[in-house]
Nanobody, 121 residues
Framework: QVQLVESGGGLAQAGGSLRLSCAAS????????MGWYRQAPGKQRELVAQ???????NYADFVKGRFTISRDGAKNMAYLQMNSLKPEDTAVYYC???????????????WGQGTQVTVSS
């Protein structure tokens, strides 16, 4: 059993900042990759940022230079620092982890329930 819990969403003004957190717990042998995705109403879920176990990161073009992904030393949490927010950033933000599961050593994606981010003009 692996679960991810996001926090830190809420309301922000355009140009403001929010910091999202994702905590992973459960039968984890290793978290290979963690990432943030978002989904706006009526839109496809899209990748925002991703970070690997060696702390390599990549970003969608629409957040490059504004958002920063990071993870802690234990590699069981990920963060998304969101600066210079725009109204079009409004979406539910989901944490995803690609996890090696304890004992079985199967690997699969796990998703959090999401946290709402709303940016007003």
């Amino acid at each position: 059993q692996v679960q991810l819990v996001e926090s830190g969403g809420g309301l922000a003004q355009a140009g403001g900042s929010l910091r999202l957190s994702c905590a992973a717990s459960g039968s984890i042998s290793r978290i290979n990759t963690m990432g943030w995705y978002r989904q706006a109403p009526g839109k496809q879920r899209e990748l925002v940022a991703q970070i690997t176990s060696d702390d390599s990161s990549n970003y969608a073009d629409f957040v490059k230079g504004r958002f920063t992904i990071s993870r802690d030393g234990a590699k069981n949490m990920a963060y998304l620092q969101m600066n210079s927010l725009k109204p079009e950033d409004t979406a539910v933000y989901y944490c995803k982890a690609f996890v090696t599961i304890k004992y079985s050593y199967n690997r699969r994606d796990f998703w959090g329930q999401g946290t709402q981010v709303t940016v007003s003009s």
